[in-house]
């Protein structure tokens, strides 16, 4: 199992920026992917950002150009930049871990971000 502890949401005015982390524990394949999903009030969650151990990334059409993913491998965490915030952006945020060759999939427990006007 991998565990996902999330930090870093909060309250932002419009045009600010925020950052997102996410520690995973536990037994981490050397093939898998991390990302962010977020959910807002009566809508599905989507992909944020996702990136894999491999290197490959790829971001949400909404979120290209302002937010990036990156990853410290010696601290199993992966961050969630957010520039240029706007009121759509928030949502609870969810980190993703995912690796099928093991097919271990994880939630992290949510964090909270509220983009205000």
């Known amino acids: 199992q991998v565990q996902l502890v999330e930090s870093g949401g909060g309250l932002v005015q419009a045009g600010g920026s925020l950052r997102l982390s996410c520690a995973a524990s536990?037994?981490?394949?050397?093939?898998?992917?991390m990302g962010w999903y977020r959910q807002a009030p009566g809508k599905q969650r989507e992909l944020v950002a996702r990136?894999?151990?491999?290197?490959?990334?790829n971001f949400a059409d909404s979120v290209k150009g302002r937010f990036t993913i990156s990853r410290d491998n010696a601290k199993n965490t992966v961050y969630l930049q957010m520039n240029s915030l706007k009121v759509d952006d928030t949502a609870v945020y969810y980190c993703r871990y995912e690796s099928p060759i093991t097919d271990t999939y994880s939630w992290g427990q949510g964090t909270q971000v509220t983009v205000s006007s």
């Open positions: 990136r894999t151990s491999l290197g490959n990334i």
């Open positions: 536990g037994s981490i394949s050397s093939i898998h992917a």
